[in-house]
């Protein structure tokens, strides 16, 4: 049985409506990486050279090692400072509340070269940070903190921070304070109610923002290549390193699709591993 004729209008009209879209999307984004994509196989040495000589190369593994290490100490850090912020922000009272999550955005509102830049101001030798170190007297010399993985990882939780913290208290916001305010009444202490209520009720947000902060780490390129070293190099720098100093374009259109699949695959993992799907499924089912 055919459908209605409005019906059929109707989805023509919606089509037409998306078609601009969709070119849009097919112009800008599916393009583009076809292209790249064909560069990455366009080698006189057979279409996986580039891809086998980034996993050859010494200097690649090193990259992407370091790659993953800075990401997940970046994300292991946000989220030990990120969940005890979004507790505190859900805690007191709406009016407080708003001020603490404004201090939180307003940062996250500020161009990430421009804090990239502060923290090199903060961390230097002559900076603020060692300056009131040595003042206090806890320290004699000034410590290293840029042009290193300290800096680099420093600067990288902060201008996260905001993407852990934001998952983390939509779920806090909308938890049943009953359920807290029952386990009080059974005699459950502070630290046995946020054990085995609390936690647990906020764990979605609390992987949602983990995840969210490493797969974003990985792809980071200005923050490490103002305070990192030479021995801190990311393959977002080792990508920019390859197109502008030896304009090895199917290098670094391989490397590109290497992180890609790097960040799809460790996104996957971590939805696996924590059952991210049964969680936000369960979140959006309460």
């Known amino acids: ?50 891809y086998v000589e980034i996993f050859t190369s010494p200097v690649s593994r090193h990259v992407l090692f370091n790659t993953f290490r800075v990401a997940a100490i970046t994300a292991v850090l946000a989220t030990l400072i990120g969940y005890p912020v979004a ?41 603020i940070v060692n300056a009131t170190l040595q003042d206090l007297g806890m320290i004699a010399e000034p410590l290293p903190m840029i042009f290193n993985m300290t800096g680099v990882v420093i600067s990288m939780v902060h201008i996260l921070l905001p993407y852990m913290i934001l998952p ?46 490493f797969t974003l780490a990985l792809g980071f390129y200005i923050t490490p290549a103002l305070l990192g070293g030479r021995t801190d190099v990311m393959v977002s720098m080792l990508i920019e390193e390859s197109i502008t100093q030896r304009l090895a374009w199917g290098e670094a259109a391989a490397l590109s699709f290497v992180l890609l699949g790097i960040t799809l695959g460790a996104f996957v993992a971590c939805a696996r591993i924590f059952e991210l799907q049964r969680l936000l499924s369960f979140e959006a089912d309460r």
Do not use: C, K
């Open 1 to 50: 049985m055919s459908a209605p004729r409005h019906e059929v209008v109707g989805s023509l009209g919606y089509s037409v409506a998306a078609l601009p879209s969709i070119l849009f999307v097919l112009a800008m984004f599916v393009y583009p990486l076809a292209d790249l994509f064909v560069r990455s196989v366009s080698a006189p040495a057979g279409a996986a050279h580039h």
């Open 87 to 127: 507790l505190l922000v859900a805690s007191v009272r709406p009016s407080v509340a708003s001020v603490l999550l404004l201090v939180v955005l307003v940062p996250f509102w500020t161009s990430i070269l421009v804090r990239s830049y502060a923290w090199i101001v903060l961390l230097g030798r002559r900076g």
């Open 168 to 213: 983390v208290l939509s779920v806090m916001v909308r938890l049943n304070r009953e359920v807290v305010r029952a386990a009080e009444s059974l005699g459950a202490r502070p630290r046995q109610v946020f054990l085995r209520v609390l936690l647990p009720l906020t764990m979605p947000g609390a992987i949602a923002g983990f995840v969210l902060v």
